[in-house]
């Protein structure tokens, strides 16, 4: 027996995680149903992606850590980019914060 034929007269079990981590089971689904919730949800990340990438940066500060996960480094790299003044902090009650935006510059800069 041939896939094609396989999937056009058996329904499909499956189960899947969406993009935005809700567990969805789904059974006896046909083809034509599967294909069409695939491409729903392909454009509806395509259009959070879109979303994301041209929100602006909130501005708020950030700790070392998070500065860290923003810009997807090591918390030693933000330390050493903040020793050598490549980044701009800010020194509150003994602690060191970030801005996004400064943190977004820098990455920027390369």
């Known amino acids: 027996m041939n896939t094609a034929s396989y ?5 499909y079990n499956f189960a899947c995680k969406c993009y935005d981590m809700q567990a969805i089971t789904i ?4 083809q034509n149903e599967l294909e069409c919730l695939i491409e729903q949800t392909l454009i509806r990340v395509l259009e959070q992606s879109k979303k994301a990438e041209t929100s602006k940066p909130t501005n708020r500060a950030l700790t070392i850590k998070e500065a860290a996960n923003f810009a997807g480094c090591a918390d030693t790299t933000i330390r050493k980019a903040y020793r050598e003044r490549k980044i701009k902090g800010h020194r509150q009650a003994g602690r060191l914060y970030f ?4 943190i977004l510059t820098w ?3 390369g």
Do not use: N, P, R
Not at 27 to 30: A, C, F, N, P
């Open 107 to 109: 990455i920027k800069q």
């Open 27 to 30: 059974t006896e689904i046909s």
């Open 99 to 102: 801005f996004e935006e400064d």
């Open 7 to 11: 999937t056009t007269k058996h329904a």
